[in-house]
């Protein structure tokens, strides 16, 4: 069974949204000399910043804002880790 970890899907999420911003900054310098006259590449550019702006919100549901009293936290080598959040600090 795959098992994916908060921390990978953080790493996965911030590669998507470099690769989105990447492609939407090529994206911008294709068309910008030349001739868009349905507003094709308008159209592209605001569904790849919802896009982004989806991907980011669902990055920062997912990294906690910890409030947790400092007894539920634990410091594993040298990374803090809270028990309660289950994410490293």
């Given amino acids: 069974m ?3 970890t ?3 899907a953080i790493k996965i999420l ?3 949204i470099t690769q989105k911003h990447q492609a939407m900054e090529t994206l911008q310098e294709k068309w910008k ?3 868009d006259s349905y ?3 308008k ?3 605001d569904y790849d910043q919802v896009i982004v702006s989806n991907l980011e ?3 920062k549901e997912l990294v906690p804002k910890c409030k947790h009293p400092k007894n539920m936290r634990d410091k594993v080598g040298n990374q803090w880790y ?3 959040c289950n994410f490293d600090l």
Wanted: aromatic residues 12%.
């Fill in 2 to 4: 795959f098992v994916m």
């Fill in 6 to 8: 908060v921390q990978k």
């Fill in 14 to 16: 911030d590669w998507w």
């Fill in 33 to 35: 000399n030349s001739d």
């Fill in 39 to 41: 507003g094709i590449s």
């Fill in 43 to 45: 159209t592209l550019l």
């Fill in 57 to 59: 919100s669902i990055k």
């Fill in 82 to 84: 809270c028990m309660n």
